[in-house]
């Protein structure tokens, strides 16, 4: 017995020896993952990172796309605890969500999006899906477009957009092509150009448009130029997709910010929408949003409703439900709606409030002599400042302001207490 175990013992000693890799016999195991390259940083992550490990008291952190109050503080809307409190109150069980959300949710956000008189929404016309944010939302967009679109698979974004785009068009499957956006020489709308290349595209292709507060340059087209564009993709026969991120967030009207997509509608397009809550209700952690559709008929709406749950289950099956709790709970509860309301409003004249200060810190006390009415002339989170990499850099070595390379800055950033500073930053740099 004992002599068994003893070979036993050696038999396991002998295996054990024979797979270990040891440097005496130079065994090395290949990983699956040894071909796979370093991928290109973030940008954006970048700047934050090279903003924490900065030191100096004075330093700015102008690239996060995240609101922050007049103290530099992240803001949780009074509406949003009071509907979370309630939520609390009510014990809600844990269960999952249909496959496109929870319907309080989707009943609210259409109606924000397309407005409460909008007739296909009365007519059960538009197929909605609760999604992962606007980021989510548009990559159902793209798979959906991918797969169902007959018409084409050309997808135009216009130049500069959200650098995110990109990836997830491409990944859907879509064929990505620009469009004229943003003139550098006037820091405003090259119009005529985004007319012309828009008119000029397939027959039939996709139209991306940014429904307001334009990701990165912050700059949109005028009500009538809106007007146009309807008549324009119309008559080419394109596709409209509108990216709806900061619905009151940019003129503080959600009404007035939604008015690109209703006129689309009105004039007859059969329209898709991204829309996110992260911004307007400072939900960037609940991940919550909606995709949706215009269709012809409640019989089309339903066969659309049914492929674009095809294309979510195996995605993420269905959505959580915390964050799209909040959003019905506020969107839905007439008293948590106006007050919401009111604090999107005030949050977007915060940002209003710093694009006109940091104007006239620039041409009131430091007396620049170049022309900045484009920080007053364009809209939302975000502004396109015309600054150059070189420029950007010195910002950054000389000044401590961290903004990504491109000039964009989040005007969320700036704070009562720091504009000045910055001001005179940008002029140092600049004159």
């Keep these: 017995m004992l002599a068994a175990t003893s070979r036993s013992f050696a038999r396991v000693a002998l295996t054990r020896a024979t797979l270990r890799p040891t440097a005496a016999i130079g065994v090395r195991f290949s990983s699956a993952w040894a071909n796979v390259p370093m991928g290109p940083p973030d940008a954006i992550l970048g700047v934050t990172e090279a903003f924490k490990r900065d030191t100096d008291p004075n330093k700015m952190n102008l690239g996060v796309g995240a609101y922050r109050d007049d103290a530099g503080k992240p803001y949780v809307l009074n509406c949003v605890r009071k509907a979370e409190a309630k939520i609390m109150e009510d014990l809600l069980d844990k269960e999952y969500a249909g496959i496109t959300g929870v319907p309080e949710f989707t009943k609210g956000a259409a109606i924000l999006a397309y407005g409460a008189d909008s007739v296909p929404l009365k007519e059960g016309r538009i197929a909605i899906t609760q999604s992962i944010s606007g980021t989510g939302a548009l990559r159902i967009g793209g798979e959906f477009l991918a797969r169902w679109y007959q018409t084409s698979k050309k997808i135009y974004v216009p130049t500069p957009t959200w650098g995110n785009h990109i990836p997830i068009f491409k990944d859907s499957g879509l ?29 039939g292709s996709i139209i991306l448009l940014h429904a307001c507060a334009h990701n990165p340059t912050g700059v949109d087209p005028s009500q009538a130029q809106w007007d146009e564009l309807s008549k ?62 215009v269709t012809a008929s409640p019989e089309e709406k339903a066969r659309v409703d049914s492929q674009i749950k095809i294309v979510v289950r195996p995605m993420y099956s269905n959505p959580p439900v915390n964050g799209a709790r909040i959003v019905a709970s506020v969107l839905n509860n007439p008293t948590l709606n106006a007050e919401w309301l009111k604090e999107v409003k005030l949050m977007a004249d915060r940002i209003i409030t710093m694009r006109t200060q940091l104007k006239h810190h620039l041409v009131n006390e ?38 990504t390379k491109d000039g964009r800055i989040s005007v969320a950033g700036i704070t009562s207490k720091n504009v000045a500073y910055l001001a005179k930053a940008i002029h140092e740099v600049t004159k």
């Design 232 to 293: 324009v993709v119309k008559d080419a026969g394109h596709f409209a997709f509108f990216d709806m991120a900061y619905q009151g967030f940019a003129s503080g009207d959600t009404d007035k910010d939604a008015y690109a997509l209703r006129k689309f509608v009105k004039d007859g397009h059969l329209i898709a929408v991204s829309q996110s809550f992260a911004k307007n209700m400072g939900l960037y952690g609940e991940r919550t949003g909606s995709f949706s559709l």
């Design 175 to 203: 064929e990505l092509n620009h469009y004229k956006y943003f003139d550098k020489k006037t820091n405003g709308l090259d119009f005529a150009g985004m007319v012309a290349d828009i008119k000029s595209a397939p027959k």
């Design 366 to 403: 430091n007396k620049s002599k170049l022309n900045w009415d484009h920080i007053t002339n364009q809209i939302g989170m975000f502004c396109f400042t015309g600054l150059t990499p070189e420029q950007v850099e010195k910002l950054k070595t000389e000044h401590h302001v961290y903004l």
